[in-house]
């Protein structure tokens, strides 16, 4: 049934679950339990989505890229002139992300939680140029 979790086995633990909880705390903790589950279950589809869009992003990117003559410093009549930057800088918070406590207005979108997983990539170009 749930791998090698037998029938006997998932008895002991509901009887267990319900000395320990109680029967009126039962249905809610199954609720908070399914609740996650399905929100753990969401986040993993969604993610696998992202990462799916990112490479096909990134495929796109290069080939674009590649038609694209490379030139990060000219130097000329009008001076020098340097193209820089980064991409795909990934950024990963998972401990200590909380939404908690800041003003709130009619705008604010995420509700407030004590654990937030952060995740985004970073794109950033500059140039700087120096005259003759």
């Known amino acids: 049934m749930f791998g090698s979790i037998g029938m006997p086995e998932l008895i002991i633990i509901f009887v267990i679950a319900l000395i320990i909880f109680g029967p009126r705390k039962l249905p809610e903790l199954g609720r908070s339990l399914g609740k996650s589950l399905a929100e ?10 992202t990462l799916e869009e990112e490479i096909r992003l990134d495929e796109q990117r290069s080939t674009a890229e590649a038609a694209k003559p490379k030139e990060p410093v000219t ?5 020098t002139r340097v193209r820089s930057g980064l991409r795909d800088l990934v950024l990963l918070s998972s ?7 800041f ?15 952060l995740c985004t990539s970073v794109e950033a170009r500059w140039r700087c140029s120096e005259p003759a």
């Open 95 to 101: 401990t200590g992300s909380e939404f908690q406590g």
């Open 75 to 79: 130097h000329d009549a009008e001076g």
């Open 40 to 49: 753990f279950k969401k986040a993993s589809n969604e993610l696998k989505n």
């Open 103 to 117: 003003a709130t207005d009619r705008y604010t979108t995420l509700p407030e939680t004590d654990d937030r997983i």
